[in-house]
């Protein structure tokens, strides 16, 4: 498969050598000595880029069909020049203005009212980790809003937030003053050198990765977490997400047998038994990682952070699967997840490569909604372009434009 972003490198540095011959060339103008040679050599280049540039396109069979058309594997040139568009226009913090969120409390039904959160460690804590950066911010705010919208006890939970490079805090404090949150920071350097390309450029990200490393970051007190992607809502009380019964189990998460399972690592991987026996014993199945309720205190225990790392750099050095941080959770834990019902991961409403496409529920009932994919909820409705299910994350979203 071509690299997309070298396809684009590609494409720019020609598009700069054309630009600058014919800057040379424009000076050269009132000198009638070399300019045939001049423009000999700006049209020789031209050719060889355009005949280069058709011939990519005619031979790449990538280029007019990506794989398998799994919500994850979401990958076209447009999304990728709108995911740049987007990071770029939303450069600083300041650019995000979002309304007070209404305040919330606890029901009757929730007890110890009486009684104050004492911090972080506090046994009656529902603890939720979500990512926040600059792209997917009013993602990020908008599942927090859903989540005390639909809980019984908001004032129970406890929000851990993992960021790389951005102070949000103070944002977030001013949305929603009375949330009981901590601001995490996830050094990129940590996997920096661990990341291999993938399908899509968002999936490279490393802030991606934090997810692996959940148990170093949160306190040690924190025996347990739900951890949350920032393209969804949550249309349920949150709580009984978290009393799932994970039993011998590590991770608990939706499992979906049915997807084609081999499509998530390459053909070197199948073929090679030193990878392929990995699974032997075990009946994995695809599981996304959008959505888990972890075991901190077993994870820690048997150091899977280290596990996961150890596939990554396997894949550095073998190309054993295309996609970002999920077949390092799929080589250690598919097959050993214990699991929870469909309707707390309603994933792939995002689309997948289709340019515009919208997708509909899964049959059964909801309680997560989860754009998973290319397109994200927030662009389609700035555009004026949503899909049908965008009506349904827009009554969470707090952004508002500056003034």
């Known amino acids: 498969m071509v690299d997309l972003k070298r396809i684009l490198l590609f494409f720019r540095s020609s598009l700069f050598i054309l630009l600058a011959d014919w800057l040379d060339f424009k000076s050269k103008k009132k000198k009638r000595r070399g300019i045939c040679s001049s423009k000999i050599l700006w049209i020789r280049r031209f050719s060889g880029f355009f005949f280069a540039a058709m011939l990519m396109i005619i031979l790449s069979p990538s280029l007019h069909s990506f794989p398998p058309a799994e919500a994850i594997k979401s990958s076209h040139l447009d999304s990728y020049l709108r995911l740049q568009s987007y990071q770029a226009s939303h450069s ?143 249309v349920d009380d949150i709580t009984k997400l978290w009393i799932t019964n994970l039993g011998s189990r590590t991770i608990g998460a939706p499992e979906y047998c049915h997807a084609n399972f081999t499509n998530y690592f390459t053909g070197g991987f199948w073929s090679d038994q030193r990878f392929s026996r990995t699974f032997k014993g075990r009946k994995p199945c695809y599981f996304n990682t959008g959505v888990m309720v972890i075991d901190l205190v077993k994870w820690r225990r048997v150091g899977y952070t280290k596990r996961i790392e150890r596939w990554m750099q396997i894949q550095k050095r073998y190309r054993i699967y295309e996609l970002g941080s999920l077949p390092p959770f799929l080589l250690v834990f598919a097959g050993r997840v214990a699991p929870i019902e469909h309707r707390w991961n309603q994933h792939g409403l995002g689309g997948d490569n289709v340019k515009g496409s919208c997708r509909e529920l899964h049959p059964g009932p909801v309680s997560l909604l989860h754009w998973s994919g290319s397109g994200k909820p927030w662009l389609r409705l700035d555009s004026n372009r949503p899909c049908p299910l965008d009506a349904l994350w827009a009554p969470y979203d707090l952004y508002g434009h500056p003034h």
């Not at 990512?131 to 859903?146: E, K, P």
């Not at 009981?180 to 990765?209: C, G, H, M, W």
């Not at 959940?214 to 992607?229: G, H, S």
Request: hydrophobic residues 40%; proline residues 4%; neutral net charge.
């Open 92 to 234: 600083s913090k300041y650019r995000f203005s979002f309304r007070k969120a209404s305040g919330f409390r606890n029901a009757d039904e929730c007890g110890f009212t009486d009684r104050k959160i004492t911090g972080v460690c506090d046994p009656s804590l529902v603890h939720v980790a979500i990512t926040l950066d600059v792209v997917y911010l009013r993602g990020s705010m908008a599942a927090v809003h859903s989540i005390l919208q639909h809980s019984l006890c908001p004032e129970n939970i406890f929000f851990h937030f993992i960021v790389s490079d951005a102070d949000l805090e103070t944002l977030v404090r001013s949305t929603i003053p009375q949330l009981k949150f901590k601001v995490y920071y996830f050094d990129p350097e940590t996997v920096r050198n661990l990341i291999s390309s993938s399908v899509r450029q968002a999936l490279e990200q490393p802030l991606n990765y934090a997810r692996n490393y959940l148990a170093d970051l949160l306190e040690p007190c924190v025996r347990r977490v739900i951890y949350l992607d920032s393209d969804l809502v949550v």
